[in-house]
């Protein structure tokens, strides 16, 4: 049996996904107050809230690690180092369409080891770790998450609905991409692919953060697919916030090479 080096982190990021939505739950039942962040987007108490319990809860089982999230200043102590994302998709939170998800993700060496995707609206908890695969937990049972090559002849793209992707369109007309699912949290387009769902991802624009995709691309990595950026390049982590580039997500090595090849042009 292959050794799990990071069960205990796995564990802990798991049960602590788990606690934070009843934290936040009543704010999402309520008129809830927003206020704008520097960069214009939204942030709420539930958001602030959810993040101290996360760092607390992280620091309390592993005080040596390093903690980056979106609502809290850096805590910069080594090599490994958590990404938090309290709730991914604030703005879904706020409009209680349910496209958020809570995002726990942990590096090491620089490197996404394992991912924690809570959707608390569904009761689905998707996690993966690289010496573990990945899997989706809900009230229905357990299930292994594994790519499943349906050789579609014309490709479906998980895409963010709220954001235009006018300079995408020819390269997805080019990849013969037909349909398009919409989400509001980088995480859950993300778990599009992971559930077989949809072939593909392109971030629509630069804003992605560390937070929004580590988690989920820990998940999509230890079930064998592919998080580059949008050049083809590997996604370094190093206690940053910003990523600075779009990326693209895949399961096959082909279509992300086709896709690098067509989005040139892009940042």
């Not at 739950?25 to 987007?41: C, L, M, N």
């Not at 958001?47 to 690690?65: H, R, T, V, W, Y």
């Not at 989400?183 to 599009?192: E, V, W």
């Not at 629509?204 to 230890?222: F, R």
Request: net charge neutral; charged share 25%.
């Amino acid at each position: 049996m292959k050794e799990q080096r990071f069960a205990k982190e796995l564990q802990i990021a798991k049960r602590i996904a788990l606690e934070t939505w009843p934290l936040i739950a009543p704010f999402y039942d309520t008129r809830i107050e927003v206020k704008r962040k520097k960069d214009g987007s939204p942030v709420t108490k539930a958001d602030k809230l959810a993040s101290k319990l996360i760092i607390e809860g992280i620091s309390k089982e592993f005080p040596n690690d390093s903690i980056v999230s979106e609502e809290d200043l850096p805590i910069l102590n080594g090599g490994r180092t958590w990404y938090i994302d309290p709730i991914d998709g604030t703005k879904g939170f706020i409009k209680r369409n349910g496209q958020f998800a809570i995002h726990i993700g942990f590096c090491v060496e620089s490197t996404p080891t394992l991912g924690v995707v809570y959707w608390p609206v569904t009761q689905d908890l998707y996690y993966g770790s690289i010496d573990s695969g990945s899997f989706r937990d809900n009230p229905r049972g357990k299930l292994e998450l594994k790519f499943v090559d349906s050789n579609r002849t014309n490709l479906i793209a998980s895409t963010n609905g709220d954001n235009p992707y006018n300079d995408l369109k020819p390269v997805f007309e080019k990849l013969r991409i037909k349909e398009f699912h919409n989400c509001g949290s980088d995480g859950l387009r993300l778990m599009k692919l992971a559930e077989n769902r949809a072939d593909i991802r392109i971030s629509e624009y630069l804003g992605t953060n560390t937070w929004d995709l580590c988690a989920p691309q820990a998940i999509l990595e230890s079930m064998g697919g592919y998080v580059h950026y949008i050049d083809g390049k590997p996604i370094i982590y190093k206690g940053q916030s910003v990523l600075g580039k779009r990326y693209i997500s895949t399961f096959s090595q082909e279509l992300m090479d086709k896709a690098v090849e067509l989005s040139k042009h892009l940042n």
